[in-house]
């Protein structure tokens, strides 16, 4: 692997560690925006009077095969939306047109259309109420200051809910966690074998309590760039609480120290030994 | 935007549903305190408090005034508290919401109206002049019972604290500053601190150092002051169903080995401080016994 690109807000992301070009255009994640230089006056601008920045320190990360790039920062408490993650919100109220959504406490809410769910119509729509979970998509942020930030449930272009799995959540328990960890699980989700040997990317900590879970009925989880995780385990019938409680342990601790995957392992197995799920 | 986040529902039903069950999100036992952390810091009743994810910083201050006019060998002693932005988003500069004023009245009546310090103590001259304590308690991150958090941090600042020595000479007062003379330790009668359960399920599950949601997600909290004694110099309930006065009974013998326990922690921290005091020779200058052996 090369050696990995540290960012800090403005530096230039050098053009040959991003992924080679290809028709597909290239995905800009958090952390990144483009710009165009501003010392070019010509009013026709090319390709190359363009940049892309970062906006926040972290470490460049690249998909080759999703032809993206984005910066993982390190693990801060703060969500700054951007198109496309995918965030937990709670309902606050509702008004005619729109559910008024929490994506961070204290923090200006968040629009979520009463139809943009999947199959929604004005009389199917979803009934939510105050405190209800929504697995939701971040459809724009909006520009300048005091900018809404609009959430959407399905995907408008084709009137699914994609990727699977958003809309309400019911039941269950929702961990906070830091919004590094949070991207991480993210990406630990998506990542190959191969990847998990990487010390930034490495969480095992999501196939290793599946593993370990699965004699009690396994569970779900919605991971949101947020902060947030949701965790149900209804299957899991009688020690279904203790089995949340100890994955929402393991997040936390996770969160809270910088394991080795061998370090999560050992610390998984101690978790689940003390929440007597170690079967 | 000064109020808290109100919790999603499933998580209050979450944390209910764990409750009855007698699980807690962070896998403690009911009655179990959150891992408490004690420093000190380099001047004298400087104390910082860290239980779990909660910490504050409370800070001991002595200035010399008027004793008021109808208690004049009294001293005067005085807790302040404001809870700021710094703790929590939820709370705003310069506007009190309702938690301020409830920690601000248990504190009162658990540490002051109980007389841990000695007010009488600290008079210099009848009349003339006293010392004023003053306890500033600054949240610096919020998580549930900052009560006793609070309580914590005040009795181990009086502890550790030490003033400085004054003497009455010919009708004046002199103050010797903490060069001149060995610093003083306040006179501290009893050690009470609070001890902080909340209530769910009616009142039949009773829980010891909430966390913010837990706190949230309960009907009431239950609030005793007691010292190592036994002494119970507080109680409160202001809000919640009804607990059973078996309950109260038996929470109030918890609440006492708790108050044992963490008055020993205390103690700990305050001694190993001093010996950490005393090998760079500061405890050296601090020792009263010195002068009264050798004369």
Known sequence: MATPVYLLPGDEVPSDRLPPTSNAPLRLGPGLRLLSKSHSRSTKAAPSDHVIVATEAGLLKTDLKRNAASVLTFPNRRYIATPNDLVIAQIHHSSQDYFHCMVTPHAPHALLGQLAFEGATKKTRPMLKQGDLVYARVLSVGVGAGAEVELACVNPATGKAEPGGLGPLTGGMVFDVSVGTAARLMKGSSASAANQQDPVDGLVVLEELGKKLESIGGFEIAVGRNGKVWVDCSNGGDSAIRATVAIGRCLTMIDDHDLSPIDQKKAIARILKEMKLDL | ?295
């Not at chain 2, 006179?187 to 909340?198: D, E, Q, R, Y």
């Not at chain 2, 039949?204 to 036994?230: C, F, H, P």
């Not at chain 2, 038996?250 to 922690?265: F, P, Y």
């Open chain 2, 1 to 295: 935007m000064s109020k808290e986040a109100p919790l999603s529902l499933a998580e209050r039903d979450f944390i209910l549903d764990a409750v009855r069950e007698g699980v807690r999100l962070d896998g403690r036992e009911v009655d179990q305190l959150r891992p408490l952390r004690i420093s000190f810091g380099r001047e004298y009743g400087h104390v910082k408090v860290q239980l779990g994810k909660t910490s504050l910083v409370s800070r001991i201050s002595a200035e010399v005034t008027k004793p008021r006019d109808d208690r004049p060998f009294d001293g005067v002693f005085n807790i302040a508290m404001e809870l700021t932005a710094m703790g929590s988003p939820a709370w705003e500069n310069g506007r009190q919401g309702e938690l301020e004023p409830y920690v601000t009245h248990v504190l009162d009546r658990v540490i002051r109206h109980s007389n841990a310090l000695d007010t009488e103590s600290l008079c210099i001259l009848k009349g003339v002049s006293c010392w004023s304590i003053r306890a500033d308690v600054h949240v610096t991150d919020y998580d549930g019972n900052l009560i006793d958090a609070a309580c914590i941090g005040i009795m181990a600042g009086l502890q550790h604290f030490r003033r400085p020595d004054a003497v009455v000479k010919d009708g004046q007062v002199i103050v010797y500053g903490v060069e001149e003379r060995v610093p003083v330790p306040l006179n501290i009668t009893h050690k009470p601190l609070s001890v902080t359960f909340h209530t769910f399920c009616d009142g039949k599950r009773v829980v010891y150092d909430a966390t913010r949601k837990e706190e949230q997600a309960s009907e009431g909290d239950l609030v005793m002051g007691i010292n190592n004694a036994g002494d119970l110099c507080f109680v409160s309930k202001f809000a919640g169903a009804p607990v059973d006065a078996m309950t109260l009974i038996t929470r109030s013998s918890v609440a006492l080995n708790k108050v044992k326990e963490i008055n020993g922690m205390i103690d700990k921290a305050l001694q190993s401080d001093l010996a950490e005091r005393a090998k760079k020779g500061l405890a050296e200058e601090s020792r009263a016994e010195n002068d009264r052996i050798i004369a």
